[in-house]
T-cell receptor, first 115, second 111 residues
Framework: EAQVTQNPRYLITVTGKKLTVTCSQNMNHEYMSWYRQDPGLGLRQIYYSMNVEVTDKGDVPEGYKVSRKEKRNFPLILESPSPNQTSLYFC??????????????FGSGTQLSVL | SQQGEEDPQALSIQEGENATMNCSYKTSINNLQWYRQNSGRGLVHLILIRSNEREKHSGRLRVTLDTSKKSSSLLITASRAADTASYFCATDGLGAQKLVFGQGTRLTINP
């Protein structure tokens, strides 16, 4: 089954404690992206990647890092989480490198709370 | 800034009725997509309509696109309780290589 798998589903952490949210897709997509969703602000893109070792900033990249060492995986790293990074996070992938001509496949989401 | 804006923000109807949601955007687009999100879950793609298309159907869904008015509508016919969700439009923002989402319409179907 074609899917984007995110882990964990829920995560509670404390300020400053490094964490990684994993994302993996089994569709051989080259394009992958991270979004955060906040009430009243909608979905905002954090980072995206169009190929292995190619990553680029989205609209809200501050405080986040990503890596793309393999095509299937695109982890999101918070080196020093802060309470304003409390949010619902989504990983997505697409067959289309611009992510506009084909649909995006989304993971189930990671609800992060930073205390 | 967001490219697409949905209207209304919230909609509550009785099961069996039709639901119409609208999306307006600011600049020229190549494609417009609609997604559904069940509470707190990942978004699921519904329909992609290209700028040279005016209408598209998928099951009980009908999407229209009016590029002269920079607007799109999503019609769900014969609504069911399972259609309760948030619905988002997404456009290619300002011709850039990314999809920009609106804030969504929260649809509630009352049994």
């Amino acid at each position: 089954e074609a899917q984007v798998t995110q882990n964990p589903r829920y995560l509670i952490t404390v300020t400053g404690k490094k964490l990684t949210v994993t994302c993996s897709q089994n569709m051989n997509h080259e394009y992958m992206s991270w979004y955060r969703q906040d009430p009243g602000l909608g979905l905002r893109q954090i980072y995206y990647s169009m190929n292995v070792e190619v990553t680029d900033k989205g609209d809200v990249p501050e405080g986040y890092k990503v890596s793309r060492k393999e095509k299937r995986n695109f982890p999101l790293i918070l080196e020093s989480p802060s309470p304003n990074q409390t949010s619902l996070y989504f990983c997505a992938s697409s067959l289309d490198l611009s992510a506009t001509n084909e649909k995006l496949f989304f993971g189930s989401g990671t609800q992060l709370s930073v205390l | 800034s967001q490219q697409g804006e949905e209207d209304p923000q919230a909609l509550s109807i009785q099961e069996g009725e039709n639901a119409t949601m609208n999306c307006s955007y600011k600049t020229s687009i190549n494609n417009l997509q609609w997604y559904r999100q069940n509470s707190g879950r990942g978004l699921v793609h519904l329909i992609l309509i290209r700028s040279n298309e005016r209408e598209k159907h998928s099951g009980r869904l009908r999407v229209t696109l009016d590029t002269s008015k920079k607007s799109s509508s999503l019609l769900i016919t014969a609504s069911r309780a399972a259609d309760t969700a948030s619905y988002f439009c997404a456009t290619d923002g300002l011709g850039a290589q990314k999809l920009v989402f609106g804030q969504g319409t929260r649809l509630t179907i009352n049994p």
